[in-house]
Structures are given as C-alpha cells and as structure tokens.
C-alpha cells in the first residue's frame, strides 16, 4: 500500500476503504471513485483533432447518455477534442491489475489523466501518479464511413473495449418531462445537446444504417473482439413508426439475425413489457432481456421513476420480471440498477447500511427467483434532478459495500456471472460501467472463461497499437 505522507484529499478515503475492504480488489476501488465522479484530461491526454474518424484514440461516443460531469458546452475543449470512450489501468502505487473503466468527464475531479516527463500517460490522484493509462486504439471500423457519410461512431459504437456493440436505436425517451422521466436519466437532454452542438445524432436509426453500420464491423473487426449487441434506446409508451415497443426494438433484432446469425449475443434493454411482447423480443432473436428495476425501495422507485410507476407500477413490473424468465430462462434475464440513487438527496436513504440493507433485500428477492441483477454506477449528470442536488454523487463506501453484498448474494444463491458481460475478474473484465465483473471470481463460469480466452485475443491485439 503506498502511502502519501501526508495523506489528504481523496487518497486518504481510498487508502481507508482499501485497508477496510481488503477482499474487495483495490482496481474495484478505483473504478469506482472514478465512475462516480468522473476523471479530468490535461490538454495533453486528448485527442489533437475534432475529427472523430481520424487519431489514434477511439473517442467517447456518447452512446446513450452524457455520462460527463458537466453539459458539453461547459465542458468547451475538453469534449471538443474528444476524450477516449475509456481508459485502461495498470500498475502503479496500487500495483493495479488491467482495469477498463468508462470515461466521465469531470474538470473537477481529483483524478486527472496526464502525460508524465517520460511522455507516458498516466492517472493522477491527489497529484500523484498512481495507474499507468493506456487509450483505446482507434478500431478500423471507425475508420470507415457509411454510403451517406454517417460514421460508425454513430451508429454502431463499440464500448467494453470492442466487446458490445451498443445500438441505442431510439435517442429520445416517450417519458418526458418532469413528471414521467427517470430522475436520473439525461437520455433526452443528451439528445438535445449534441443537436445544439451541430453534432450527428440520429433520433432514429433506420434499420439499414444500423445493418450497414454492422457489416462494416464484421468486415473489419478481424479480432472478433466485438462479441454481442444491445439493442436499446428511450422507453416507447404509444408507437414509433406506428410499432409498440417490442415490434420496434424487435425489427431490428430480426433484421440482424437475418444478416448476421449468429454472430453476435443478441440483448435488448427494454421496458418490463408484458409476457407476449416478451416472447416476442425473444421470437426476432434477442437470447437477453434487461427489464431494468433501477432501484429497489419502494418509495425512491416511485419518486424517481415517476413514468413507469405511472404507466407500469413497482409490483407490476417486478411481477412482469419474473415472468419473462419463462421466455428467456432465468439466467438470461438480467435486470439492472442504478447504484447509488438509493443514497441520492433529498429522498435518499441518509446512511450506507441502510442503503445496503434495502439493495440486499431487492437482489435476495430476484436471485431467490433464480435471477441475476447487475448494476451500473450512477454518474450524477448536471442537467438531471438527481445530478443537480447530488453533484458528488453517492459515498464511495456505499459503492465498495455493494461489491461486497453483490458478491455475497451472488454466493448466497450460488448464482455466476451474468451471461454477456465478458470474462469475470480482476484483470479480466471489460465491463466498463460499474466493477462488479471486475469484483467477482475469474473462474466463476466455463462459460466466462471460454469468453476470457476469445476477448483476450481481441483486447492484446489492441493494446499492441497503442499501450
Ligand atoms: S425509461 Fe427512464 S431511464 Fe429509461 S430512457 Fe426513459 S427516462 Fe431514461
């Protein structure tokens, strides 16, 4: 453990919650403080173009929400010349094994990427140089450009270091305004703000872009790194394009099922839809259904998803959960929830154990179902309700102790990894968005580790463009 004589700021918090959780991997640690608050670039980590074809650094994508600390017109330069879509960690003062982590920008944050006097980029914490950093190298693919111009950035961007195709096919949510839309979500200000920016956005994306999008990825990704898609986007409430919610996510799922059989693990992250719209996702090819939950409690599920409790209701949509296992099987229902908003002010749960006890008591009631949840890390963005009276987002604590309950009910339950979130471990995951695959066994599953020696193929491959 090394130590900063004094120690202050934020490595201190580290360095205590580190000694404290020392079954927890110190990568875990990181990622987390830096999922929740984001990490800052000098001039000298960022990109020298705009251009967002052109570089050596896969840049951030903008995939489905900001997830950046502030709006892109405060973020002036720093977002101008785009920041990569994620950084990889190792080494350093905590000896760190390969950790991905999703890049949220926050000018403020006491991490900052930067080049070191050899020139070599590195993470800084306090000031002090604690990660090697290595970028994402620009993937071919990007490199090329659909028949009416628009880039594969936009319209099929990789995350997890090439592993997800991520296809939000629909940039805008049908809840809408405050009295519908998550309290945490800035899905239709994000939209709004890269139109404002002049920056390509497409509402909807037609369904021969995406497969164009796609082909080239086939084309060019030769490390098979890119291993499954999501399909994904705003809830749909009425129609789009005159179809219901499962009819329009689903029509792309059949078309690149057509296209492609096969050669990606299809997943969809959809409302809790009714069982026949369920059998329906299932039906056009999609082998996983997210119905998020978001949060547990049910106070803080009404208050901060007031559209679904509105249209759906809490026990509704739990029930609905549990009944699309006999569509997908249980193993390949896999809700989400956003860590941190149980915490968040003013509605929030005012202390960590009983934040835990209430997410403890929401993952033993669907692994008990045979269900495994999963988690992101809730970025606070400044234009939700939520990110504007919690700017710091969640205690760090409460983001290390969900590891830990996470990983106890895993066991509890005797429950593995997640199916399509890459290999588990520390050092191994790729999962970008939260640590919890980076926080459970490497060897949990035959199935992960088939995963971990193809994506390994893929991830080497990258990193010998650029360390
Ligand atoms: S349902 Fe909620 S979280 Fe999902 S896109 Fe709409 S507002 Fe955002």
Sequence with gaps: MPTTSPQE???????????????????????EDLLRGGMAFDDSAL?????????????????????????????????????????????????LRRTVVSVRVNPDSPYRVRAGEDGSLGLYLDGQR??????????????????????????APTIQWGYLIYLTVFRVCQYFGAKEECQYCDINHNWRQHKAAGRPYTGVKPVEEVLEGLQIIADHDTL????????????????????????????????????????WTGKVVAQALPKADVQRFHDYGIKIYHPNFEVW???????????????????????????????????????????????????GFKTVDEAIASTTEGLDFFMG?????????????????????????????????LLEAYRDAMERHGLSSPPGYGPPGAGNAVFSVSSFMDTLPADATIEANAETAESAKGVQGAQSVRA
Aim: glycine share 10%; hydrophobic share 35%; aromatic share 10%.
């Design 47 to 95: 990109s020298d173009t705009a251009d967002e074809a052109s570089g050596d650094v896969k840049p951030k994508s903008y995939f489905i929400f900001s997830f950046d600390h502030r709006t892109l017109p405060e973020l002036g330069e720093a977002a101008l010349r785009r920041p990569p879509e994620e950084i990889v960690l190792t080494g350093g003062a905590y000896d």
């Design 297 to 347: 409690d049910k106070r803080l599920f009404e208050l901060h998803c007031p559209g679904k409790e509105r249209y759906v209701g809490r026990e509704e949509w739990h029930r609905r959960i549990l009944d699309s296992r006999d569509v997908f099987g249980a193993r390949n229902v896999i809700p989400n929830f956003v860590a941190g908003i149980e915490m968040a002010e003013p509605f």
């Design 130 to 155: 604690i990660a090697d950093v290595g970028l994402p190298p620009m993937p071919d693919y990007y490199r090329h450009t659909l028949a009416n111009g628009k880039s594969v950035m936009e319209v």
């Design 369 to 401: 179902n045979g269900i495994t949840p999963r988690f992101t890390t809730w970025c606070p963005e400044p234009t939700t309700p939520l990110g504007r009276t919690n700017p710091a987002g969640a205690p760090l604590e409460y983001h290390i102790r």
């Design 9 to 31: 700021g934020r490595t201190a918090l580290v360095e205590d919650l580190m000694e404290r959780f020392p079954h927890i991997p110190r990568e875990a640690v990181i990622k």
């Design 224 to 263: 098979g790194a890119s291993r499954a898609y999501t399909l994904t986007g705003g809830s749909i409430t009425s129609q789009v394009q005159g179809k219901d919610e499962a009819d329009f996510y689903g029509m792309y799922a059949k078309a690149i099922e057509e296209r492609f059989p096969g050669r």
